[in-house]
C-alpha cells in the first residue's frame, strides 16, 4: 500500500499541469451546464464540450505512459513493482482527478436545474458507468498499448472515427429502439478495454494487446451494424410492461402516381399510435420494389373527456415511394408486403397550462422548461431537461387568451428512442428535448398560454 501512495504522488507530482487544466476545465463545464436550458449552442458551449474530453483522454495517456508498458527495461519491471500494487495507484490516480471531480459536477449541474442527484440513484450510477466505459477504459487501454502521445493520439482518432461511422449507421437504422445497439457497444467496449489492461497489467504482452484492440474495434462495429432489427424489437418487449393492447389497423392510402399514405387507425382515447418503421416493398405487374420513407404529415383532433378537459392529439401520415419511382408510376398495385412497428402512447398526467412569459416551468415528468426566443425573429423554442434521462414526450397547444376558441398552433413531440434504460447516452447530465412554434408576438406574451400533456410509450410493438 505504501509502494501504490509512493507511485500515486509521484505521478501526481509529475503531472501537475494537467492535472490543474482537467480541474479547470472540470470548473468550465460545470458552470456552463449550470445555466438555465438555452435552445442554441453557442461557441462556448461547443468549446468546453469539445475541449474537457479532450483533456480527459490526455490525462489518462499520460498517466498511463508515465510507467510505460510497451517497455522491456524501465524501473517498474526491473525493481521489480507488483502489477496489482501499479494498478492500484493508477486506479486511485484516476478515482482522485477524474471521477470525484466528474460525480462534484454531476451533483452541482443538477442542483442549479433544481434537481438533488441522489434523488436518482439508478440514473447517477449509470452516468458514472457511461462515464467509466467512455472515457476512461478506452483512454487507458490506449496508453497502455502506446508508448507517445503522438501514437495515443493517432489511436483515439482512428477510434472515434470508427465509433463515428457506426453511430451515423445505427442512428438511421435503429430509430426507435438506438439504445439497443448503443447499449451493445458499450458493453462490447467495456469488455474489450478491460481485456487489453488485464492482458498489459498481467504479462504484458504488448503485440497481443495492440491487436485485439485493432481487431475487434471494427468486428463490433460490423456485428452491431449487422444485427437484425427484431433482436432489438425483442429486447425491447423484455423492459416494456404491456396491457392489453387494442385491436389495430394500418390503413393505406394512394396519394399520388408514386407514393402511399399510412396511418394507424383504431386507437382508443385517450391512447396515441404512431408508426415508428416501415420496412417492406409494393408489388405491381413490372416487378416488386422497395419502399423508402419519404415524409410526416399530421394534423390534430381535439376531444373532451367526462371532466370537461380538452385533449388534443396528432394523427400522423407516413408517406412512402418506391424507388425507382418508374416501377409504381401509372401501375396498378397488387400488394404490399413487410413489417410495421408502431408506437402506442398514452396520457402520464392530466395537461398542463402555463402562460409563454413565464421564465422557468417545472414539471415531474417534463423536468425544467423554459421558452426562448430565436434572435429577433417571432419563433420560439420550448425546451425541457431532464437530469440524466430523456424528458417525456409531449403534446402541447398554443391558445391566444383573448380567442380561447380558436386553436394557434398543435403539435407532438415524440422521441427517437424509447430506452428503458436511463439516457442512452450515459454523459449527458441534463438530457433535452425541445419543439419550436412561430408567429407570437413578443409584445403580447403575456395573452398566450401553452398546455402541455406528458406522454410515455406503452409499447413498440
Sequence with gaps: MRLALHIFRKDARCLWYECAVVLLLTVLFTWNNAQPPRSMMGTFDALINVLAP?????????????????????????????????????????????FLPEALACCAIAAAQGFNAFAYPGAFAWHLLGFLAIVVLP????????????????????????????????????????????????????????????????????????????????????????LPLNVGFAAQHLFIREQ?????????????????????????????????????????????????????????????????????????????????????????????DGTVWVVLYEPLERPEVHALSAATIKSPLMGSCSIDRLGMSE??????????????????????RRDPGFLQQSGCMHGYDYSPVHAPFPLSVAASTYFSFSNVDARRLEDFTITVQALAARCLC
Design 244 to 336: 392489453a393492447l387494442p385491436t389495430l389497423c394500418i390503413e393505406m392510402l394512394r396519394h399520388s402516381n408514386s407514393d402511399l399514405l399510412f396511418r394507424v387507425v383504431g386507437v382508443p382515447q385517450p391512447l396515441q399510435g404512431r408508426i415508428q418503421r416501415f420496412d417492406g416493398f409494393v408489388r405491381t405487374p413490372r416487378g416488386k420494389s422497395p419502399l423508402h420513407r419519404s415524409g410526416t404529415s399530421s394534423h390534430s383532433m381535439n376531444s373532451i373527456d367526462a371532466d370537461g378537459v380538452r385533449h388534443t392529439t396528432m394523427e400522423s401520415y407516413y408517406s412512402y415511394v418506391t424507388e425507382p419511382q418508374s416501377v409504381f408510376a401509372g401501375e396498378p398495385l397488387i400488394d404490399v
Design 379 to 400: 419563433r420560439w423554442n420550448f425546451r425541457c431537461s431532464s437530469p440524466f434521462r430523456n424528458s417525456a414526450d409531449v403534446c402541447w397547444t398554443l391558445r391566444d
Design 54 to 98: 479532450i483533456a480527459w483522454f490526455l490525462l489518462v495517456f499520460r498517466l498511463m505512459q508515465a510507467d510505460p508498458f510497451p517497455s522491456s527495461d524501465h524501473d517498474w519491471l526491473t525493481r521489480p513493482i507488483p502489477r496489482t500494487t501499479l494498478f492500484s495507484a493508477k486506479a486511485l490516480f484516476i478515482v482522485t482527478f477524474l
Design 139 to 226: 483512454a487507458a487501454a490506449i496508453g497502455v498499448i502506446t508508448s507517445s502521445i503522438t501514437a495515443a493520439s493517432s489511436a483515439a482518432l482512428l477510434l472515434t472515427v470508427a465509433c463515428w461511422l457506426t453511430l451515423s449507421m445505427t442512428l438511421i437504422r435503429w430509430q426507435g429502439i438506438v439504445w439497443f445497439p448503443l447499449l451493445l457497444m458499450l458493453a462490447g467496449f467495456t469488455g474489450l478495454c478491460s481485456l487489453v489492461l488485464a492482458i498489459q497489467f498481467r504479462w504484458p504482452l504488448t503485440t497481443l494487446a495492440r491487436g485485439v484492440a485493432f481487431l475487434a474495434v471494427p468486428l463490433l462495429g460490423v456485428i452491431v451494424a449487422l
